[in-house]
């Protein structure tokens, strides 16, 4: 496990959503990252979570809701990881994982393409 504080965590986090080729982070509709420390407690093992509605889910009666939100969570993906590396190539995965949701791809095509 490395230490990583929250100030960097957020750099890391930032730096691998700024990574996201620009032409698909403009497709990105009603979405909002957020860092937690902790995941929830009935999932404690989590790294990242899509809440919403995914754009292949939405139709005609979407509107006037609030934003998605992508978390990505800082001790979770801290304990798997030993080094500031790790915890880039983990947070960098764990970012388009969720993006991915977003955009309706579900877990078992992110295992097939590398993104567990």
Known sequence: MIDVDEDR???????AFAAIPAELAALLD????????????????LLGLYD????????????????DRILVFRRPTLAIC????????EVGITVVHEIAHHFGIDDDRLHELGYA
């Open 52 to 67: 919403g509605v995914a754009l292949t889910e939405r139709d005609a009666s979407y509107g006037g809701v609030l934003p």
């Open 9 to 15: 965590f957020a750099e890391l986090v930032e730096a």
């Open 30 to 45: 009603n979405v909002v990252l957020f860092i937690e420390d902790d995941a929830p407690d009935d999932e404690p093992d």
């Open 82 to 89: 030993e080094t500031e590396a790790e915890v880039v190539e």
